[in-house]
């Protein structure tokens, strides 16, 4: 058997060099051994540089035949022989190449193993920053336009304007003078119109006369400001004084005589002689309240006059003269 083995072997080779060549390969060396399990083993070595011819015109008839023939003979000894194994580098694919060895920083999974799917981090939702809302300005508050506002340096038209009477415009202010023993003098201020609620402030100086003498306001008059022409002596009115030796007072002029409602007591807000002093009243309906150099000196409520009057500017005591430096008026 050994001399028909090696005629089979011979003869498989020749038809795969012819096989080979017919499919476009050019084998450098081919062998055909008997494994020790009896087995075909076929070796064939292919030329790297061997090119595929281009492709050739449809093959005739007879090429055709003989590449049948061909693959009949092939088929018959390797079912004689069995199926060789063919060692082709280019058939066979070349071993796998090794796993890698995963490191500290691989995150692949290793063969075999399932990839571990992580959670997702489910990052916070920021809210946005929280803005203050503004806080909105306030429009300003329209500040009320005085009735009257005037320093009183110079005269005033309805005013009583007499150097030689009782009151006189002069010098740094409006002058009243008590040129008379047991009369004082009263002026009106002309609004036009008599007035409620108001707030009346006034610095008052001594310019002269014996001391015991007061100076302030007039409020509540029920006469005309032309009867208040700083020598009428009646009518009915309010007055908020101050003294010259420190002390204050409110009195009602109930046309001939006095009505005491505050009578003179002291007041640590007077300035001493000399100094001026700011003098303000402030009504509302039936409330009065007496200040003295910003600082509320008496508080009353008197309801014998009606709410609504005239306003004025008062000087008491024999010889008495006075200076108004300035009067402010405000509806309050």
């Known amino acids: 058997m050994q001399p028909e ?96 060895v995963p490191t500290a920083f691989d995150t692949r999974p290793a063969p075999g193993q399932e990839a571990t799917i992580l959670p997702a981090r489910i990052l916070p939702t920021l809210a946005p920053p929280t803005v203050a809302p503004a806080t909105p300005t306030p429009a300003p508050k329209a500040t009320p336009v005085p009735l009257f506002a005037d320093e009183l340096t110079q005269p005033l038209a309805g005013w009583p304007n007499d150097p030689h009477g009782t009151a006189w415009f002069g010098g740094s202010g409006y002058r009243l003078y008590a040129r008379d023993a047991d009369r004082f003098v009263a002026t009106g201020v002309p609004l036009g119109h008599p007035l409620q609620d108001v707030k009346l402030t006034a610095q008052f100086r001594k310019m002269g006369g014996p001391p015991g003498g007061g100076y302030g306001l007039i409020i509540r008059d029920q006469s005309p400001p032309s009867e208040r022409d700083g020598r009428n002596q009646t009518g009915q009115y309010l007055v908020v004084e101050v003294g010259d030796r420190g002390d204050i007072g409110i009195w009602q002029r109930d046309q001939t005589r006095w009505i005491d409602v505050v009578p003179w007591q002291h007041s640590d807000a007077v300035n001493p002689a000399g100094v001026p002093n700011v003098v303000g009243v402030t009504t509302r309906g039936e409330s009065l309240e007496l200040q003295i150099n910003s600082q509320i000196a008496a508080q009353v409520t008197y309801d014998k006059l009606p709410r609504a009057g005239g306003v004025g500017i008062f000087v008491g005591g024999d010889l008495n003269e006075v200076v108004v430096e300035w009067l402010r008026i405000d509806a309050d």
């Open 5 to 100: 083995r090696r005629g089979a072997e011979q003869r498989a080779a020749d038809a795969v060099t012819r096989a080979l060549s017919a499919a476009g390969y050019e084998p450098r060396h081919l062998s055909v051994t008997t494994s020790e399990s009896g087995e075909l083993v076929l070796v064939a070595r292919l030329d790297p540089e061997a090119r595929v011819p281009p492709p050739a015109p449809a093959p005739s008839r007879t090429s055709t035949l003989a590449r049948l023939a061909i693959g009949l003979s092939l088929g018959l000894v390797l079912g004689f022989l069995g199926l060789p194994r063919l060692d082709l580098p280019a058939l066979n694919p070349p071993p796998a190449e090794p796993a890698p």
